[in-house]
């Protein structure tokens, strides 16, 4: 039977062959070039998520016995070996770090999947599995999406990754909305349905992703994937499909500045 952590972790393994098929070939330059993250080039995008890959890793074992809980030190000394390593270390060290943790994740069997408990440091409460990876899919499918831009202007997040990443921005990893979100940069409560998702984004006291679009006050039209990169900043004019609009009480140069990204 499929359930959210199955899904979520089919999700990371498309994100994961998607730039594995793509990275190999890239020149040093289209490497150090600009990525769709504004400060950072392509391969420090992969040194990003090479780091975390190796992060979460870490997390995950712990989770399953297989390894002391790391010290306080331990993310600080992976970024900083990620840092000094050369364009083409840091996507060999993705490929390869990222490979291990989706392997690790996809060797999980049902009833771990449905009970383990996995440590994130910066919070209160060990994740579920799904919740676990569900935060590495938020960072997979935008940073990926950050690679692939560089190359093509008009990609768009994974399908797969979109909806599953719905999914969990409505329930288990709302929260995130409270850091990505400033809901004071508009006058009034917005209630902006997502086409025809069944998703509103409401503004108000915070920002959440609600599975109603009951008594909207703005309508986004396009593809629910660029709804989900305009909550992470990523739907700058350069990055905005042709068919996305919004009309409402709110305008999508209003919603920019909601969401500035990361």
Same mark, same amino acid.
């Given at each position: 039977m499929s359930t959210?952590?199955? !899904? $979520?972790?089919?999700? &990371?393994?498309?994100?994961?062959?998607? &730039?594995?098929? &793509?990275?190999?070939? %890239?020149? $040093?330059?289209? %490497?150090?070039? !600009?990525?769709?993250?504004?400060?950072?080039?392509?391969?420090?995008? &992969?040194?990003? %998520?090479?780091?975390g890959s190796e992060i979460s890793l870490a997390s995950l074992l712990t989770a399953l016995g297989e390894r002391d809980a790391p010290d306080d030190g331990f993310n600080r000394s992976v970024w900083d070996r990620w840092d000094a390593m050369t364009p083409e270390e840091q996507r060999a060290g993705f490929l390869e770090h990222d490979r291990v943790l989706v392997e690790t994740l996809e060797a999980l069997t049902a009833d771990q999947r449905t009970s383990l408990e996995v440590p994130i440091g910066f919070l209160p409460t060990p994740l579920t599995v799904a919740g676990f990876a569900g935060l590495r899919l938020e960072e997979a499918a935008h940073h990926g999406w950050d690679v692939r831009v560089a190359l093509d202007t008009q990609a768009a997040l994974l399908d797969v990754s979109a909806a599953v990443l719905a999914q969990h921005l409505s329930g288990d990893l709302g929260f995130m909305l409270g850091f990505l979100g400033n809901a004071d940069r508009v006058a009034e409560r917005v209630v902006l349905a997502v086409a025809d998702s069944g998703y509103s984004i409401v503004i108000a006291d915070g920002v959440t992703l609600e599975t109603t679009a009951d008594d909207a006050t703005a309508t986004f039209s396009g593809a629910p994937e660029a709804a989900l990169r305009l909550i992470t900043g990523r739907l700058g004019p350069t990055y905005t499909p042709a068919n996305v609009s919004v009309t409402g009480n709110v305008s999508l140069d209003d919603l920019r500045t909601v969401f500035p990204g990361y």
């Open positions: 959210l952590a199955s !899904n $979520t972790i089919d999700a &990371l393994r498309h994100e994961h062959d998607a &730039l594995a098929g &793509l990275v190999p070939s %890239l020149t $040093t330059d289209q %490497l150090t070039g !600009n990525s769709g993250a504004s400060e950072w080039s392509v391969a420090q995008v &992969l040194s990003h %998520l090479g780091s």
